[in-house]
């Protein structure tokens, strides 16, 4: 008896936690392969979306695509193009024979191209399902490469209302993260880069999303809102009196004391200011919004109408302004408040969340996508990649002769401690002054252009070096030195032999640190010297587009951001070249 | 003490080393110090931290110069020794540099002594043949273990061919077994190059076992006390740590201790 209760207890105590009878492990097992089968659905599904699309399917037209196909007929007409992309296009109505292309057949060129592009997809994910079923260890790797194709239709699908082509992206890859987290093999840096980074874009769009439902949206007027802006109240209600407009729309606030409600409530209308108009408070919005001009959610308190009296009891819903003239006036109610600060509407204010504060990662990629001018033969992203490139040479010169100065400077300290006491206190005061003010001193110094602009770029880059090739150089244990006097090296053996190779993964380090800063110092110096062929041009130039077009701006600090990475990567690399197999031994 | 015979490889008078001296943090580091090696012999200082033995080496070493007194090695003044490279030094810590090679670790001080390519790496590889890691030249410092990393320390401080090996606590870091193996290893290499050894260490068995003679010195301030001539034949084998008379000589040199350390 007690034996027997002895190995109830160890078999208890040895057996496999269960979930409804089923081991753990099997539990993940099956888990992991249904999340990749539904993965794979997705794709499947977003595949048919676009083999069934035409050139007008919204899910065409506004994705990344559509006004690219555009450009791409439109750059097809001509002979001279600096473009490579318009270059192709022209050579493709060549080889066809025509003076240009048509757009929809250049947008259902692309369109295939999309769902191979799925297809393929869908090929590698068929790989992954059956390395995650036999449990492999390069399933990780496999997934990975799912991941990537689908982070990058995060650039080309677009987001429409009442459509979930993009949403079944999202949910895809969300699906795929939590199988990456799940699945065997071994993580490396890059795909925590990769898995962070599309966590980060899920999570920017989910604020939207979430944004988007508890604050107020106004969008651009539509086709059927037909409106006059008047300079004062006052105007705009004799207009509406007149008969010029048949209806305003304003802020009940401004209004309460000058019109009676409708339907009045004990409220003498003959007394008021404007005894033949009335204001309709409590008027609905319809599946249009309000007369067109959407308003999400439907129609807030403040709001009212204000029409003549006589026809205030025909008015049952605001859809019945559709189309019909409407006034509204300037000042704090007024038109371009009205259209261009939706805060106005706005009783939540979710700033993070509107399309100025945060656009769609489809319409920065959109940006730069599409010409940077109107029918301009360049694309915004050709454009930006040729600043990313001048600014990145002014930063390459700028970090090579900081590095130089820095790495001398920290050679001379490590040698000479009058000069390190002397010196360093000046050097690291000249990185508490703000760039921003050292900028236009160096300008005035040596004129404006790309020399000032290495000179601000070094001046963010040497630092670093300096103080970490100090830290490098006096590094060695005093035995090492010791070992070095014991062959009577001389001071400059030991500092080739010695001080210098043990100082390299500290002069990496830093080296890694200015790289990014000598871009960012670049971007800082072409701001005040003028320079304008580069991305701080570009910044400066988008920032002030910014209200009307916010894009362009997220467009040129994602070139800059992918600058900074990089020089940041070539770093690295270099590191990883010289410093060999100490990197692992660190 | 043992009478000076023939040209001593290092030879002190009345050596004294103050340290801080004239401030209230001053330290007699050694006092009266006298001493005679000859050239093959296998001389061990031993004594209680603080007595002043690793402060020894390094005035042999010229890593650092005596307050007063005469101090010779090789008959010259440490300083000339040093630029003439007369000795190699093996620390308690391997101080291999981990950006090279083993074999590149041990020409180290060839390549600063300006030997001919060729010769560097044929030196290096007898050297480490010498300490039976032939086959780890192209290994990397933390590739090896911690008696391994000091092998190839001794191999490199022997490998431009000094007259005298002056260690400091080589085998201090390693575990018992590892050290009892190394000390065999080391009396092996002695006895092929005949080469002289300063051998600092505070441990009583090893000191025996290795040295011809062992000086015992006391602290505060560091002096010598005793010199033991050990008088066990060599080779000494695995064995030698069993004989009685290694046991009297252990005894006497705990005794020697224990007197420098209670006076």
């Known amino acids: ?586 | 003490m043992v009478e000076a015979v023939g040209t001593p490889v290092i030879s002190a008078r009345n050596v004294n080393k103050i340290f801080n001296s004239g401030s209230s943090e001053q330290v007699v580091a050694l006092e009266n110090v006298n001493l005679n090696v000859q050239p093959g012999e296998f001389i061990s200082l031993i004594g209680p931290s603080g007595c002043g033995k690793s402060t020894l080496l390094r005035l042999i070493a010229d890593l650092i110069e005596p307050t007063s007194g005469d101090l010779k090695v090789n008959e010259k003044p440490p300083h000339r020794a040093r630029l003439d490279r007369d000795y190699g030094m093996v620390f308690q810590a391997a101080t291999l540099y981990d950006w090279r090679t083993v074999s590149k670790n041990v020409q180290l001080p060839l390549e600063i002594m300006k030997y001919p390519a060729a010769q560097r790496k044929a030196r290096a590889q007898e050297m480490l043949e010498l300490v039976e890691l032939g086959k780890f030249g192209n290994h990397y410092p933390w590739q090896l273990s911690g008696g391994m990393q000091q092998r190839v320390a001794i191999a490199r401080a022997l490998s431009f061919e000094p007259s005298l090996l002056l260690m400091d606590e080589p085998f201090g870091a390693l575990d018992e077994f590892t050290r009892e193996r190394m000390n065999m290893e080391l009396l092996r290499i002695w006895e092929r190059t005949k080469i002289t050894v300063i051998f600092v260490t505070h441990s009583i068995p090893e000191a025996v076992f290795l040295s011809s003679r062992v000086v015992v010195m006391s602290p505060r301030p560091g002096r010598i006390t005793q010199v033991v001539d050990v008088d066990l034949p060599y080779p000494r084998v695995f064995e030698t740590r069993e004989q009685p008379r290694y046991f009297q000589l252990a005894t006497m040199v705990r005794e020697y201790l224990r007197e420098a350390h209670g006076g």
């Open chain 1, 1 to 586: 008896m007690t034996d027997s209760t002895h190995d109830n207890l160890s078999a208890a105590s040895l057996s496999v936690p269960t979930l409804a009878g089923m081991p753990v492990a099997a539990l993940r097992h099956w888990g992991l392969v249904a999340l990749t089968c539904a993965v794979l659905v997705l794709i499947v599904v977003l595949m048919t979306t676009y083999q069934t699309a035409t050139a007008e399917t919204p899910a065409m037209a506004q994705s990344t695509l559509g006004p690219l196909s555009e450009w791409l007929a439109a750059r097809s007409a001509e002979d001279n193009q600096p473009a490579l992309l318009g270059q192709l296009a022209r050579q493709q109505a060549l080889v066809a024979g025509l003076d240009r292309l048509d757009p929809v057949t250049v947008s259902d060129a692309l369109r295939k191209g999309l769902v191979a592009y799925l297809g393929v997809a869908l090929v590698i994910g068929i790989a992954g399902l059956v390395a995650q079923s036999r449990e492999v260890t390069w399933t990780r790797r496999v997934l990975l490469v799912v991941l990537l194709a689908l982070d990058a239709l995060v650039f080309i699908i677009p987001p429409l209302d009442n459509d979930s082509t993009q949403l079944m992206l999202f949910v895809a890859i969300a699906l795929l993260l939590l199988v990456l987290l799940f699945a065997p093999g071994k993580v490396s840096t890059f795909m925590g880069a990769v898995v962070v980074f599309s966590s980060l874009m899920l999570a920017w769009e989910a604020a939207k999303a979430v944004g988007g439902a508890v604050d107020y949206k106004v969008t651009t007027p539509q086709p059927g809102w037909n409106y006059t802006t008047y300079a004062t109240l006052d105007e705009m209600l004799t207009n509406v009196q007149s008969g010029a407009v048949k209806v305003a729309i304003v802020d009940e606030n401004d209004v309460e004391n000058l019109i009676a409600p409708y339907p009045e409530e004990g409220a003498d209308a003959a007394a008021t200011q404007y005894p033949d108009l009335r204001m309709l408070s409590d008027l609905d919005t319809d599946a249009n919004g309000l007369l067109g001009l959407p308003v999400i959610p439907p129609f807030p308190g403040r709001l009212v109408a204000v029409v003549p009296a006589a026809d205030a009891e025909t008015y049952t819903g605001i859809g019945q302004l559709l189309g019909q003239p409407v006034g509204t006036y300037t000042g704090a109610f007024s038109l371009e408040k009205f259209l261009n600060l939706p805060r106005s509407l706005v009783l939540l204010d979710l700033k993070i969340t509107n399309d100025l504060n945060l656009p769609h990662l489809q319409s920065i990629a959109n940006a730069l996508w599409q010409p940077a001018r109107r029918n301009g033969d360049l694309l915004l992203g050709r454009i930006l990649a040729d600043s990313g490139w001048f600014t990145w040479t002014e930063a390459a010169i700028g970090f090579t002769s900081g590095a130089l100065l820095g790495f001398l400077l920290g050679v001379m300290f490590a040698h000479s401690g009058l000069l390190e006491r002397g010196l360093l206190p000046f050097v690291v005061a000249s990185q508490t002054v703000p760039i921003l003010a050292v900028a236009p001193m160096v300008v005035i110094w040596l004129g404006a252009g790309p020399a000032s602009v290495a000179v601000i770029s070094a001046y963010l880059t040497f630092f670093p070096v300096t103080i970490n090739t100090l830290r490098g150089l006096t590094s060695p244990h005093p035995t090492a030195i010791e070992l070095m006097q014991s062959y009577a090296a001389t001071r400059w053996t030991i500092l080739w032999k010695l001080r210098f190779p043990a100082s390299l993964p500290y002069i990496f380090t830093a080296l890694k640190v200015s790289a990014t800063a000598s871009v960012v110092g670049a971007i800082i110096g072409e701001l005040p010297s003028g320079v304008r062929g580069g991305l701080g041009g570009a910044i400066l130039n988008f920032n002030s587009y910014y209200v009307s077009d916010p894009t362009k701006l997220w467009a040129a600090i994602l070139i800059a951001a992918l600058v900074g990475i990089a020089f940041f990567v070539l770093v690295s690399v270099v590191e990883r070249l010289v410093l060999g197999r100490r990197v692992q031994a660190e």
